[in-house]
């Protein structure tokens, strides 16, 4: 682990170029430029009414990029731009930074990528913009973490908590929780130095304790945001299962609107996971329809019900499907945990005989997924998702490595409360009180290495 300010000494300075808009031909597509040359190598290329070295931050300026014409016979104009240019350290990077909105060929942007480089830029690693904006102290890593996320969201839930990362809601909670040890830390030392005084109790240990309880309090309470948090970003996991035929991919289909799996009176139609997302109460919900369970000696039906089972294990909400018509549980209590749900389903009402007084019950949601009379079913998906995301905290943790590092944190806490009951030493006590700091450091970048970096701006596309 390293401190960030050395990792920023590391770094290399290049200038560095990249398509900032989405792959394809579009109306516009933007480039961005970021680095210390930035300017200077845009301007070799670019043809406007003054130089862009000579105009003021955050100011859009038409022209064309040219090169010379290889027979010297004047220009040749690759496309008409604006280029708007920030100037350090107001750029999201921090660095000088001009972005040139292009025409979006893809010729013309893969021929200004080319040129910029010809001119002294390089191309830009995945995330290296947001990797400077974070080395160049504009943003913490969760705010980093946050712009993937954003970009990533696919629901207003999910933009939500992206949004308030990046808005520093998560930072603010860890700077909190930091300052609080920090003071348990000072009155710590402050005993540390009168250590040769032991009649001096400067840190009274009730105080102590108090602070103590206060920061552990700070961070289970945001260690309970996480199952919610992640609810949001992963989407809420939904596998429907039952028997061959109980009308599993038809319930798919009725709640995607769409004919996204193969329906058919024929046992074992669908033999492989079919996975798809719809949105509920502004969550995503990914529904994994399944290979229907039964004992069988086809060893692909086998695997297919193995990947059943797997559905079974990741999922919140475990829908088992009942065909009214030959109703067959293939759940066992061991199968779920208690923090699973199961939505018990009685399919095909619509052909319902009349010997069915054991399925009578009211936990049975009673449908006809082939006749899209599924409002009852829907109804429930919605109260469980609502359940599974609710939350009355401002700041949500949904990043797993947040919450790791979170429970880390905790886990040092508790090591310091009880060297605390156990009376050690301060220096003990403050060997433990590092390692909760280090990994909440850890959260917002404060500690970090190369490898947790390369993994997090991995994810990123290039151009961000
Ligand atoms: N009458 C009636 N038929 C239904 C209903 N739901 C599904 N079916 C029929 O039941 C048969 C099986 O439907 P599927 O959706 O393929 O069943 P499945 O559970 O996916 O089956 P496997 O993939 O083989 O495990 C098809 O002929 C459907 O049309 C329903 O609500 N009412
Ligand atoms: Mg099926």
Do not use: W
Not at 263 to 268: E, H, P, Q
């Amino acid at each position: 682990m390293k401190r960030i300010m050395e990792l920023s000494a590391d770094y290399s300075r290049q200038t560095i170029c990249a398509v900032a808009t989405a792959f394809g031909a579009a109306g516009i597509a933007v480039v961005r430029v970021s680095g210390a040359d930035a300017i200077r190598v845009v301007d070799s290329l670019f043809r406007g009414k003054h130089p862009l070295c000579e105009v003021p931050t955050h100011t859009a300026h038409y022209g064309t990029i040219s090169t010379p014409a290889s027979d010297g016979s004047g220009q040749n104009v690759l496309d008409e731009v604006v280029c708007t240019v920030f100037r350090a350290p107001h750029s999201f990077t921090g660095e000088d930074t001009v972005e040139i909105s292009c025409h979006g060929s893809l010729f013309v942007q893969q021929e200004l990528v080319r040129l910029l480089i010809d001119a002294g830029a390089r191309m830009a690693d995945k995330g290296e913009f947001t990797k400077r904006a974070f080395l160049n102290g504009r943003i913490d890593l969760a705010q980093a973490e946050a712009v993937a996320d954003l970009i990533a969201a696919s629901s207003a839930a999910e933009k939500d908590v992206a949004l308030s990362q990046l808005r520093g809601g998560v930072s603010g909670k860890i700077a909190e929780l930091r300052e609080q040890l920090l003071t348990f830390t000072s009155l710590l030392e402050l005993e540390l130095d009168f250590a040769d005084h032991e009649e001096l109790e400067f840190a009274d240990r009730s105080q102590l304790t108090a602070l103590l309880n206060s920061a552990a309090q700070t961070i289970s309470s945001l260690i309970a945001t996480f199952q919610a948090g992640n609810a949001i970003k992963q989407g809420v996991q939904v596998a429907i299962v039952g028997a061959p035929n109980a009308g599993k991919s038809t319930l798919l289909n009725a709640l995607l609107g769409d004919e996204r799996a193969i329906v058919s009176d024929i046992r074992g139609t669908t033999r492989d996971t079919i996975e798809d997302t719809m949105i509920i109460g502004g969550v995503p919900v990914r529904l994994t329809d399944t290979a229907g369970i039964q004992s069988t000696e086809d060893i692909i039906e086998q695997k297919g019900i193995e990947r059943s089972r797997q559905a079974i294990r990741k999922a919140h909400i475990v829908i088992e499907l009942l065909d009214s018509t030959d109703p067959q549980p293939v759940l066992s209590a061991d199968d779920l945990n208690p923090r699973q749900v199961l939505l018990r389903v009685l399919n095909k009402v619509d052909l319902q005989s009349s010997n069915l007084s054991i399925f009578q019950s009211s936990d049975l949601i009673r449908i006809s997924a082939k006749l899209g009379d599924i409002q009852p079913l829907l109804s429930r998906l919605e109260s469980e998702v609502s359940r599974l995301t609710a939350h009355t905290d401002s700041v949500l943790i949904s990043n797993a490595r947040h919450y790791e590092a979170l429970c880390r944190a905790q886990t040092a806490l508790e090591r310091v409360n009880e060297g605390l009951q156990a009376a050690l030493s301060g220096e003990l006590l403050a060997l433990d009180l590092h390692d909760a700091l280090d990994a909440l450091g850890e959260i917002t970048g404060e500690v970090s290495s190369q490898e947790v970096l390369n993994t997090i701006f991995e994810r990123f596309c290039i151009g961000k």
